[in-house]
Structure formats: C-alpha cells, structure tokens
C-alpha cells in the first residue's frame, strides 16, 4: 500500500480521472522518492489493463436483488413486476451526476498548516486551533478535523476559510446528511469569501450537487462558474459539457 | 530488487515501447483529469511523439523503469497543463497551483517505438483476468470502485453499505492476491 492511507487516496483519484494539475504535479514529485507509492501507481497502472475489471457489475442494491428473484420467478407477474424495479431514468442520472462529481480536496499549503491564513485567523490560541484542523484535515483526518473547524468557525463567524475547508471535509465523508451540512458551509464561505476562495467554494458546491446527484442544481451553479471566467472556467466548461451530455440521454 | 527499481535497457525499441504499453491507461486518466476527457487521447500521444523526438537526438537511457515512467507521466502532465492554457475560452488564469513538471535530472529516456503495446496487452491481459478471478465479488467490486470510479472509502461505504474499515480490508486484501498472482506468473516482484 503507499505510504499514507492520503497517498493512497491521492492515487486512487488519480486513477478515477479526479485529480487536477496542482495535485497530480504534487503526486508525481512524491513517487520520484517513495517506493511505497511508486509500488503501488505501478500495480494500479497494470490493473488499467485489464478488461476484466471494467465489466465488473455494479454492487447487487436491494432493489437489483428484488430484481433477479422476480426474474427466477418469471411469468406475467414477473414482467409487471420488471417494470416497477426497473432503474429509473432518473436513478440512472443519478449514479451518472455521482460518477462526474470532482471531490478531491485541493493541495493544503504550509500557511495553512501554520494556522496562518492572513486577516480570517486571529489571535494565538484560535490560529493554533485552525492549524490542528487543517493537520487533521491534511493528513485525511476528515472526522477528527470536523468537530475542530466548527469550532473554528463559532469562534470567528466570519473565517471564510474555516468555513471552506469545513465544507470539504464533510464532502470526504460521502453521506447524504455530510453533504447537505457540506453544501451549506460551502455557500457560507463563498459568501464571506473573495476572489479564487470564492470561485472555489462556487466550484466545490457544484461538485457537493453532483454528488447528491442533482444535476440540474449543479448545472446552474457550473454556469456560475462560467460566468465568473475565473481559474475554475476551463474545469467548469469541461465538466458542463460532460454533465449536460448525461442529463440529455 | 523491485521490477520498478530494475535498470531500464534502451537497447532497440521493447524496452522503451513497453513502457509506453504499460503506463498508457494511466496516462490516459493523467490526461482525463487535468484536461478534457476527449483530449485525453492525443495528449497522451503527444507526449509520445515528444519523447520519441528526444529519442532521436540520441539522449541517454533512464535509470530504472520507474524513472522513465515518472518522466512519461510528467510529458503528459505538461502536455495537458499546456492544452488548458491554449483553451478557446483563455485557458487558465492562473498556473500557481500547477507548474510544470522538470524532466529528470539524469537525462531524458529515449523510446524507439509503441509497436509494443499490443504485444505488452496481450501478455498482460490473460495474466489479469486470472488474478482477478482469483477475487472474492466483494473484493473485485472494491477494486472497481477504488481504482476505476477512484472513489475515497467514505463514499465506497455510503455505496456499498459496507464499513470503512471493512472496505480498506478488501481492498487490502484483492491488492495482495493480485500481485501474488502476478508476481506467480514472473510479471511482478
């Protein structure tokens, strides 16, 4: 395995098409001198190969299990009972909206893990405080670095960034409740915050939609994004077009 | 000695091309992720033009196999980082959060040709197929999920209905027999 459980994450989005620029430069630097990691990209890279792996079905849902007992039981019934269980085109969006979804947390800077992050973080015990989140939160801590950055941002309700990584980290957790709590604090620091923290919290809410598998909400917010013609406008028009591709079929 | 850490022969063209052949996928998903998806392909391609022109000038060999798939994936980073900047819409704003990657200091590796590929699948794919029907279903689902959806365990267990802890075990646990399987057939070590 690599070297850490978030190398190990950072490869595995890497192979998932999830990782942008920044990170994947940051990845490649890394298995230049770790074994481990590079073990690891090289036993991933020749699972690529493999046809196999792509026809892997899907896991059996309750409802798909429901599905093959009606299929063995055949017969009129059966096929009236087919159509019930059948995956609905909405529910096929759904898993499609899930599968674009971009939620990998972006490269924590050093400042950060300072606790030091301009005019949002003042006074020693709260930057001591933010910087023991953002440790969690670098080293994939997501469930201890949580309860810490809410309480970064009760005791500075205007930290923009408290409330950006919050979001991010509730993201990581993959829940439907995790999400919604995600999609609020996301909205929180897009308001509070400027310029390219901003955008991004605007891109990761987008990407919060699509992992709930609204993909109509995330389309509008992705044409936010466009309309911003900041640093996410490519990625924005990219994933639109793959997004509006899906909800078309 | 790992295979990833065994000298790198640029003798005639099947050291080079089978190392194109084995990291393409990769590269392929390299590209995907920075650039558009449909770019994915000729940017990878393009890459191996670009190490294929170093390669006739006559530059020197890679020191191990990792080193000269290392400076593939970095070819295609640049290319893709490239592509982003040359988009219709103005390309990116800002490149602080990507720079481009050096070429390894010892040299570039010098590929002679991708005829290999198809030779390298053929080889490989069967190998695979049997590793991976040597998986639990439960285990070749997390593979599937951890390596083709490149989900993180959190979301793989809100799929699955399975825990975290137990989820890292199958993966653990596929990851292992895999390359057992391989390394059996004398493809890994």
């Known amino acids: 395995m690599a070297c850490t459980p978030q190398r190990s994450e950072r490869i595995a989005e890497l192979v998932g098409r999830r990782l942008d620029a920044a990170a994947t430069s940051e990845l490649l630097e890394h298995v230049e001198s770790c074994s481990e990691c590079s073990r690891e990209l090289d036993l991933v890279a020749d699972l690529l190969h493999a046809p196999a792996l792509q026809a892997v079905p899907a896991a059996a849902t309750p409802r798909r299990f429901a599905l093959r007992r009606v299929l063995a039981a055949g017969g009129l019934a059966a096929a009236v009972l087919l159509f019930l269980f059948l995956p609905t085109r909405e529910e096929g969006s759904t898993e499609g909206c899930q599968r674009l979804a971009r939620l990998a947390p972006p490269h924590v800077a050093e400042v950060l893990l300072r606790g030091e992050s301009g005019g949002d973080v003042s006074g020693s015990q709260a930057a001591a405080r933010f910087s023991e989140a953002m440790q969690g939160f670098a080293s994939g801590d997501y469930a201890s670095a949580i309860p810490m950055l809410e309480g970064c941002t009760r005791e500075q309700p205007s930290n923009a960034l408290a409330f950006f990584y919050l979001g991010l980290a509730r993201l990581q957790l993959g829940d439907r409740e995790q999400d919604a709590l995600a999609l609020e604090a996301l909205r929180k620091a897009q308001d509070l915050g400027e310029g390219l923290l901003a955008e991004q919290a605007l891109w990761y809410r987008a990407n919060a939609h699509l992992a709930r598998g609204e993909g109509e909400a995330a389309r509008l917010l992705l044409l936010e994004v466009i309309e911003r013609d900041g640093d996410f406008e490519p990625n924005a028009r990219t994933l639109l077009a793959e997004l509006e591709a899906l909800l078309a079929r | ?189």
């Open chain 2, 1 to 189: 000695m790992g295979a990833e850490d065994q000298p790198f022969a640029v003798e005639g063209g099947a050291a080079w091309g089978s190392v194109l052949a084995r990291y393409r996928p990769l590269a392929l998903r390299v590209a995907a992720g920075i650039a558009a998806p449909d770019q994915a392909e000729d940017l990878v391609q393009e890459a191996a033009r670009s190490i294929l022109e170093l390669a006739r000038s006559g530059r020197a060999r890679c020191a191990t196999q990792a080193h000269a798939r290392n400076y593939y994936l970095r070819a295609v980073h640049n290319h893709a980082v490239d592509a982003l900047r040359e988009a219709p819409s103005g390309g990116m704003r800002s490149l602080d959060e990507a720079p481009a990657l050096e070429p390894p200091a010892s040299g570039a590796c010098a590929p002679e040709s991708l005829a290999e590929e198809r030779e390298f699948r053929a080889l490989l794919q069967p190998s695979l197929a049997r590793a991976l029907a040597g998986l639990r279903t439960e285990e070749r689902q997390a593979v599937e999920l951890r390596y083709l959806e490149g989900l993180p365990f959190a979301r793989m267990a809100a799929r699955t209905g399975a825990s975290i802890s137990t989820l890292h075990s199958r993966v653990e646990a596929a990851l292992q027999k895999i390359r057992v399987s391989l390394g059996k057939e004398g493809l890994r070590s």
